[in-house]
């Protein structure tokens, strides 16, 4: 199953990110993010789906809460995305 990652750089915001997130009506989840797709050493990965990320970019860039990095897996491999 495909999903995007949005990575935040640190606990906080990756709460913040998701509360935004689903106020808008968009679920998501949090977990530490994987250690090869980030060099901060305590970055959090927020999962969403692949049908969602538009309107997350959208609602977050309102919010302030522009994403460090955002990912999307398939096919069992990350790859980053340029927004």
Do not use: N, W
């Amino acid at each position: 199953m495909d999903y995007y990652l949005i990575l935040a750089r640190s606990v906080t915001y990756a709460q913040r990110t998701q509360r935004t997130l689903s106020r808008a009506g968009i679920r998501s989840q949090i977990f530490r993010a994987p250690r090869d797709l980030t060099t901060m050493g305590c970055a959090y990965a927020i999962r969403i789906s692949v049908s969602d990320l538009s309107e997350a970019l959208k609602v977050l860039h309102r919010a302030g809460l522009d994403p460090v990095q955002v990912y999307l897996f398939g096919k069992g491999v990350y790859q980053e995305v340029r927004f």
